[in-house]
């Protein structure tokens, strides 16, 4: 397994949870790193990326200010740190890794969040 997603559970809104993701193979400086995120019945959306190096992030419009991704290459390990969760955030989440301008080609398990009101 390449990368390897933990940290999920139930939460109540306006709680806070850390997801992490563990990568391990081969990972360059060139690399992307991005957690999607797939609520039941809806398509897997963008949540946040960071560059390997870890200077450069983005986020969707809709975790703006709440989520934090972060990267300590050292462990090998991207967190997302989720505060001030809401009902809409349940989904389960994925990691990934790509080529920065290329899309994403290695996937983790994904994560199951749920956000109670």
């Known amino acids: 397994v390449q990368l390897q997603a933990s940290g999920g559970g139930s939460v109540q809104a306006g709680g806070s949870l850390r997801l992490s993701c563990s990568a391990s193979?081969?990972?360059?400086?060139?690399?992307?790193m991005a957690w999607f995120r797939q609520a039941p019945g809806k398509e897997r959306e963008f949540v946040a990326s960071i560059a390997w190096s870890g200077g450069s992030t983005h986020y969707s419009d809709s975790v703006k200010g709440r989520f934090t991704i972060s990267i300590d290459s050292a462990r090998n390990t991207v967190y997302l740190q989720m505060n001030s969760v809401k009902p809409e955030d349940t989904a389960v989440y994925y990691c990934a890794r790509g080529i920065s301008g290329s899309g994403y080609y290695d996937w983790g398990q994904g994560t199951e969040v749920t956000v109670s009101s």
């Open positions: 193979g081969r990972t360059f400086s060139r690399n992307v």
